[in-house]
């Protein structure tokens, strides 16, 4: 048998899942950490790297123990990883301090020295304030103001991924589609950036030499080492395979391979992708990030805390589903259908704003939820979360489509959300598109595997590598009398909340410094 290993590094959990060339999950094993993260203050987010160590060790050898799968059969591993949480190790590759998350809402001092001609252009195009957020949010930033010790002893600043390279290959190398953070990256030349001609250097002014080595998705990095291998159980010498981030190889798994087909990723952040041969800027100044496919990009409109909420919502609301759930050995989602059945469509008007994490082009926004009537209990509360979580998506879809000028015609759901029939029926009336779902919900560890296959040599290309190993189960078509409540609710309602409350939430903020600025 031909396997192929990935490993999934994600916020909560990390998961060893294993691939046949045909893209069948062969088994997995998922391991959840004993916190998500901590929190030394609030708004911060960090974890002890040792905590994703001691979850690779125990996802590899739980699956291997289990025995369908064989060390002999396993010929490569790759890792796809959340993005944006930062690294920082010494002269030895030893961890300075915990790992810094992509959730943390710390913001350092802005002490940018720009050129001249690069503060002018800024202000022409109206991206000063951008760049001033940008550079505060950047975790390198904060360290060299915060930590100074630790910055001078930083040998190598590097992103989870590249951090789990080096852990498995005991090289410096990250994959160039891993490569979404506040760095000093170029991502429409998709290589670090030069200060001649960019101004990413200055926002996020780390040394290069600090910096990894960046090849492109499908390299083979190097073997596991003798350590890793016996971290791991594998054999010493398999092949490392650079990959993506863990969106990046959601879309690829997702069959998204150009503008028409768009990758909605349901999980802790909420993300709608495309993959684009042209650079494109859905958002003005958010960047369009580099593909799994190399050369390719990845536009991308983001709701942070996205299926977050779902969780959020379980911890406060939903105990008994979730002890259902347990006894039955399912996943909380599907017993939280029933609340969904409970409920209309349009949820009788209680409409949710699903910005519990501010963005770059939101840095002062909250969440809100408006319309609340004595109709309305938890069912209620729950459809509003998932009916603004999918306006988002279709406000985004707005976004990627007006810059591609090629219409969505298809949307392939991916992530935890996913699981559920209901939501994803949802998300179809509300973004009145087709949407579809893999044969696999760990699309990201499917991703990471067709790379591995591709860079193995099973396959002449990726759009090759997709259709052998991409099928889809299940179809939602929408529904004209639902699409049609739904739009004038977006139009009416949803698209008219932000704008409105914006000036409460910065009112919110300056009076409470809540979220730290």
């Known amino acids: ?66 025995g369908k799968v064989k060390v002999e059969d396993v010929l490569a591993i790759s890792v796809t990883s959340q993005r944006d949480t930062c690294v920082f190790l010494d002269k030895d590759g030893k961890p300075l301090r915990p ?38 949010k950047c975790k390198a930033n904060w360290v060299r103001q915060n930590e100074p010790e630790i910055w001078k002893n930083t040998h190598k600043f590097l992103l989870l991924s590249g951090w789990f390279n080096y852990l498995l290959s005991g090289k410096f190398v990250d994959s160039v589609a891993s490569q979404i953070g506040h760095i000093p990256f170029n991502y429409k030349k998709q290589t670090w950036a030069d200060p001649r001609t960019d101004f990413h250097p200055y926002l996020f002014p780390v040394e290069k030499d600090k ?31 650079a990959s993506g981030s863990d969106k990046g190889c959601e879309t690829l798994a997702a069959g998204c391979v150009d503008e028409s087909t768009a990758c909605a990723s349901l999980g802790t952040t909420l993300t709608l992708q495309i993959t684009s041969s042209k650079y494109l800027e859905p958002i003005k100044f958010m960047p369009s990030y580099p593909a ?25 609301f939903a105990a008994p ?28 008007g209680l409409v949710l704003q699903p910005y519990w994490g501010a963005g770059l082009k939101q840095p002062e926004a909250r969440g809100a939820i408006v319309g609340f009537g004595d109709v309305h209990n938890r069912a209620y509360l729950y459809r509003s979360i998932i009916e603004g979580l999918a306006y988002a998506l279709k ?3 707005e976004k990627i489509e007006k ?42 560890g499917l991703g990471a595997a067709i790379v591995c296959f591709h860079a193995l040599g099973f396959y002449k290309d990726f759009e090759q590598t997709t259709k052998k190993m991409v099928r889809y189960i299940h179809e939602c078509v929408p529904d004209p009398e639902r699409s049609s409540l739904y739009q004038k609710l977006y139009e009416s309602v949803y698209k008219k909340l932000y704008p409105r409350l914006r000036p409460l939430y910065k009112a919110m903020q300056r009076i409470t410094n809540y979220p730290e600025m």
Not at 294 to 302: A, H, L, M, S, Y
Not at 422 to 431: E, G, Y
Request: proline share 6%; aromatic share 8%.
């Open 1 to 66: 048998m031909s396997i192929v290993l990935s490993i999934d590094c994600g916020t909560q959990s990390l998961k060893a899942l294993a691939f046949d060339e045909n893209g069948n999950l062969i088994d997995m094993c998922k391991v959840e950490y004993p916190q998500p993260y901590v929190s030394p203050k609030p708004g911060w987010a960090e974890q002890d790297l040792s905590v994703y160590e001691s979850a690779l060790s125990k996802a590899c050898r739980t699956l291997l123990e289990k």
């Open 99 to 136: 790992a810094i998350l992509w959730l943390d809402q710390r913001m350092a001092e802005y002490d940018i020295k720009l050129p001249l001609h690069f503060k002018i252009g800024f202000k022409l195009v109206g991206m000063e304030k951008a760049a001033i957020i940008s550079a505060k």
């Open 211 to 241: 910096l990894p080595e960046l090849v492109p998705p499908g390299t083979i990095i190097g073997g596991l080492t003798d350590t890793a291998a016996k971290l791991t159980g594998l054999r010493q010498g398999t092949p490392v395979v």
């Open 292 to 316: 799994v496919i190399p050369g390719k990009f990845n536009p991308e409109v983001e709701i942070f805390r996205g299926f977050w909420m779902v969780t959020w919502f379980k911890e406060q």
């Open 321 to 348: 589903e979730c002890q259902i759930a347990k006894e039955k050995n399912v996943s909380a989602e599907e017993v939280l259908e029933e609340l969904l059945l409970q409920t209309q469509p349009g949820s009788f």
């Open 395 to 397: 406000d985004a879809s």
């Open 403 to 444: 810059v591609s000028k090629i219409p969505i015609k298809a949307v392939v759901a991916t992530g935890g959300g996913s699981r559920s029939n209901l939501v994803c029926q949802i998300l179809s009336d509300v973004m009145n598109k087709k949407v579809l779902r893999t044969h696999v919900y760990e699309a990201a």
